[in-house]
Nanobody, 124 residues
Framework: QVQLVESGGGLVQAGGSLRLSCAAS????????MGWFRQAPGKEREFVAA????????IYADSVKGRFTISRDNAKNTVYLQMNSLKLEDTAVYYC?????????????????WGQGTQVSVSS
């Protein structure tokens, strides 16, 4: 039913920026909150940011607050993650996910669909 495809990952130097995109297929994209999560080798999956269906409400993990911005373009069925002032600790595979409803929250088990992930590597 729902497919999510992330893109935009790559290698960037510390202090640099990247913008990730997540293209969604399926019905009623604007009815669902979307989230970004990441996972580094040997670490647990970590919440990054989430946004409500309308785009009017966003939340962020403390570790990225002030540096990352989540947004969405419902006309394009796409959610974005603008990442600025990147740090080495931001290195991870980043996953896009669709909430089970319209709740922009940080709990991973409240998201029903997941993309394949895109690698972000930050170098010093």
């Amino acid at each position: 039913q729902v497919q999510l495809v992330e893109s935009g990952g790559g290698l960037v130097q510390a202090g640099g920026s990247l913008r990730l995109s997540c293209a969604a297929s399926g019905r009623t994209f604007s009815s669902y909150a979307m989230g970004w999560f990441r996972q580094a080798p040997g670490k647990e999956r970590e919440f990054v940011a989430a946004i409500s269906g309308s785009g009017g409400y966003t939340i962020y993990a403390d570790s990225v607050k002030g540096r990352f911005t989540i947004s969405r373009d419902n006309a394009k069925n796409t959610v974005y993650l603008q990442m600025n002032s990147l740090k080495l600790e931001d290195t991870a595979v980043y996953y896009c996910a669709r909430n089970r409803a319209n709740r922009a929250v940080g709990a991973w088990n409240e998201y029903a669909y997941w993309g394949q992930g895109t690698q972000v590597s930050v170098s010093s």
